[in-house]
């Protein structure tokens, strides 16, 4: 089958009005006369993000985070996203190590965020399905006992006994 070749036919003075000339930055390389797309490119290979940029897109677009989404904007929060992930990933991913599990479970993150000061203001009203609370003794617990420790302890709000506040 032999192959085809084409023509490379220059654009009639009709199409392209003579005051518009093309900008250096849409003419392709190669000298063909097809013009560039403007269209945001955020493919992974070009943000270097492993979040996909398209599908972050569509969800800011359903969450109506504005009548334009700017693909810059898209990238960013694409960034700051992973950025955060592979954070708590990591801190979780050493919890699993540390009790000796390969598997990381709700119960390593929340233990993860729980011990770390910066992620927990983050998650401070974030309930994670399975992840339990943070293991510790209460602070009323740890004194002297007699016989009047416990009376009356589930009357008195713990939290303020605890931060030293009087009522």
Request: aromatic letters at 4%.
């Amino acid at each position: 089958m032999p192959a085809k070749t084409v023509k490379a036919v220059a654009p009639t003075p009709a199409l392209v009005p003579a005051d518009v000339a093309p900008t250096p930055d849409l003419v392709p390389a190669d000298g063909s006369t097809k013009m560039k797309s403007k269209a945001a490119n955020m493919t992974n290979k070009n943000t270097g993000l492993v979040f996909n940029c398209y599908s972050l897109r569509r969800r800011m677009r359903a969450a109506r985070v504005g009548r334009f989404i700017r693909p810059t904007s898209v990238v960013y929060m694409g960034a700051v996203l992973e950025y955060l992930m592979a954070e708590v990933l990591e801190l979780a991913g050493n919890c699993a190590r540390d009790s000796k599990r390969k598997t990381v479970k709700p119960r390593h993150i929340m233990m993860a965020v729980q011990m770390d000061d910066e992620l927990k203001p983050l998650f401070s009203d974030v309930i994670l399905p399975g992840g339990g609370v943070v293991p510790g003794v209460h602070t009323c617990l740890l004194g002297k006992r007699d016989q009047d420790t416990f009376k009356g302890w589930s009357r008195q709000n713990l939290s303020k006994a605890q931060m030293g506040v009087k009522e």
